[in-house]
Nanobody, 115 residues
Framework: QVQFVESGGGLVQPGGSLRLSCVPS????????MAWYRQVPGKERELVAT???????TYLDSVKDRFSIFRDNAKNTLYLAMNNLVPEDTAFYYCNTYPEKAEYWGQGTQVTVSS
């Protein structure tokens, strides 16, 4: 019955920054292997970044130099720091375990990068 709740999205200009947050709605610890995903309506979901239980990270090539995935275990919150945003980053962003569990998907948070 876990469902993740994402927040922190919004409208930013190219070159701007956002920090997304993800919290579980029920008893779940984000010290598990986690990931951020994004999806544009009508397109397939992309894996943006992963953070394993032991702290290893991976990134989609197009965001590798600009995004950072991390967690605060004291707050039980997963984050995605996004810098130097470009219009191609526009999407709904979701967090989930890695690999994902279908029943855990939340509603996502909208990120729009536009002038």
């Amino acid at each position: 019955q876990v469902q993740f709740v994402e927040s922190g999205g919004g409208l930013v200009q190219p070159g701007g920054s956002l920090r997304l947050s993800c919290v579980p709605s029920r008893n779940f610890f984000v010290s598990a292997s986690m990931a951020w995903y994004r999806q544009v309506p009508g397109k397939e979901r992309e894996l943006v970044a992963t953070l394993t239980r032991i702290g290893r990270t991976t990134y989609l090539d197009s965001v590798k130099d600009r995004f950072s995935i991390f967690r605060d275990n004291a707050k039980n919150t997963l984050y995605l720091a996004m810098n130097n945003l470009v219009p191609e980053d526009t999407a709904f962003y979701y967090c989930n375990t890695y690999p994902e569990k279908a029943e855990y998907w939340g509603q996502g948070t909208q990120v729009t990068v536009s002038s």
